[in-house]
């Protein structure tokens, strides 16, 4: 069993085989030190704290337990580091505020100014680059932009913080990286512009001219059932490989209890085949569990990866989108915004006034000109969810008490070469929960995402059946063999300050069975 030890994200061993060797500049920067002796892990630990860098390293390779000392003084990053290691066999790799440390090695990777090159297997060369989407007035960061490249299905999301990191393909160097959000106007900027630091995007609020909106006011129901009645001809019509990021995690009030991280190859059936199921093969895989925690009452989350694939509303058509004589919502167009440079009709829906069974409400979000699906947002009623508690849990002890808080989802989709698929999908699931001797409830946060990363049509076959993921499973529970060059050849969504933090403090360990 491998153990890593991260004073910051597992995410970013994505970054790793892209990181220059020498360490920069930013290494050379001086600190200064108190004496002390203590272990590697907190010698280290504490560098980071002085010098506002985070480490990651496999302790496979570092004995966290050790000994070492540091002088007192001023010293280098550099050298403080290597005063813990108490050796030169390590190489020091950098960028924005992350150092990874590794065993000296010949690296197939090589480094080009501020820009980093990896190659692949098939000698394909990558760049690396990253940023953060601010909204324009306030500075703020948002979540959730989709961040790609139009016309090739290669993208990913920004994170709570408005951040990502995207791997791209040196074909598409001259290309404009492309970045929208709902309510934004849209931007695309050269990647020429990007290739040397980590990049602010700033991104300015639409804002809907009243005439426009006076011009454009319809039946709500009417555009719903336009937006189903369009599937079979706007969303993918034969059978795609979508290589998809995929995570899930628990969290006990801001404390990571567990983080699993994967890559999927997902076989996905064409839209108007909504009666076959995707199916779903696992190619890369890693869980980081909190050791700390100690609690007797263990939370499990069972089927996210089925929730991801059955979220993608127009495939699996659920009853709010079907207008007819037994659909039980109320439609109210409530607003028009702009999303990839499109202007969308906003619908929102709820329940009919005395139907109490919890039932899901939310908006739509739905193209004014072909009624293309872009975006749904999607939560259990507020109002009926304490009868929602038998549709999440599905198993307890006697002694534990568990209710549903909050229970939201989002849905978005991109277009490419004329047809849209699901881009990313992200459900929070919040609950309280009270195990035996215990006084008060805790509050639990269970989340999962998927974001399509890249999008294939061309040779498509459904995957052999032992090769294929059963989706309804406890994907934590997954058996797994741990590859070192983990993120290597993928793009990821980067994790939330609040996993960062979270990292940090806990000593985790990423699993491996040799099978």
Request: aromatic share 12%.
């Amino acid at each position: 069993m491998k153990r890593l030890c991260l004073f910051l994200i597992f995410t970013s061993i994505f970054l790793s085989p892209m990181w220059p060797e020498n360490g920069g500049d930013s290494l050379s920067k001086h600190i200064r030190i108190e004496k002390r002796k203590d272990t590697v892990y907190e010698l280290l630990n504490y560098i980071s704290e002085v010098s506002g860098f985070y480490f990651i390293y496999d302790s496979k390779i570092i004995d966290n337990e050790k000994k070492a000392k540091l002088p007192g003084g001023s010293y280098s990053i550099r050298e403080a580091i290597n005063f813990v290691l108490q050796s030169g066999n390590y190489t020091l790799r950098t960028i924005d505020r992350y150092i990874l440390i590794n065993k000296t090695t010949n690296s197939s990777s090589s480094y080009q100014g501020d820009a980093f090159i990896s190659k692949t297997k098939d000698c394909e060369s990558y760049k690396q680059i990253a940023g953060t989407v601010l909204e324009k007035m306030t500075q703020s960061p948002i979540p959730y932009c989709s961040v790609g490249f139009e016309g090739t299905g290669i993208g990913t999301i920004t994170n709570n913080n408005g951040k990502f990191v995207l791997r791209v393909p040196d074909s598409l160097l001259t290309d404009k990286l492309h970045v929208s959000h709902i309510g934004y106007d849209s931007q695309s900027i050269p990647i020429s512009f990007m290739q040397n630091n980590p990049s602010n995007i700033y991104l300015s609020e639409r804002i809907v001219p009243l005439q426009e909106v006076i011009f454009r006011l319809v039946n709500p129901r009417k555009i719903v059932k336009e937006a189903l009645e369009a599937r079979d001809h706007l969303y993918l019509d034969k059978p795609s490989y979508f290589t998809s990021f995929y995570r899930e995690g628990i969290m006990r009030k801001s404390e990571l209890l567990r983080l699993t991280e994967a890559v999927f190859k997902v076989y996905k059936q064409s839209y108007s085949h909504s009666f076959s199921s995707d199916q779903v093969k696992l190619l890369k895989m890693r869980k980081i569990t909190n050791d700390a925690v100690k609690d007797s009452v263990v939370l499990r989350m069972k089927a996210g990866v089925e929730a991801s694939l059955l979220l993608d509303l127009m495939k699996n058509v659920p009853d709010f989108l079907e207008i007819n004589d037994k659909n039980i919502y109320d439609y109210t167009k409530i607003d028009m915004t702009e999303i990839d440079s499109r202007m969308a009709h906003v619908i929102s829906f709820e329940q009919r006034k005395g139907i109490t069974d919890p039932y899901l409400r939310g908006k739509l979000f739905i193209d004014s000109e072909n009624s293309a699906l872009l975006c749904a947002q999607l939560e259990v009623n507020p109002q009926f969810i304490d009868k929602a508690e038998d549709l999440f849990v599905v198993k307890r002890g006697r002694s534990v008490k568990i209710h549903p808080q909050q229970i939201v989802y989002t849905v978005s989709y991109k277009e490419l070469d004329g047809k849209y698929y699901m881009n990313h999908v992200r459900g929070d699931l919040q609950f309280k929960m009270k195990g035996k001797g215990q006084l008060f409830y805790s509050s639990m946060h269970i989340f999962f995402e998927m974001v399509t990363c890249k999008v294939e049509t061309v040779n498509v076959q459904p995957f052999p059946r032992e090769e294929r993921l059963p989706v309804k499973k406890i994907f934590s529970e997954e058996r797994f063999a741990y590859d070192n060059h983990f993120w290597g050849d993928f793009n990821v969504i980067l994790p939330e300050e609040n996993i960062n933090k979270n990292l940090s403090r806990i000593t985790s360990k990423i699993e491996e069975s040799g099978e």
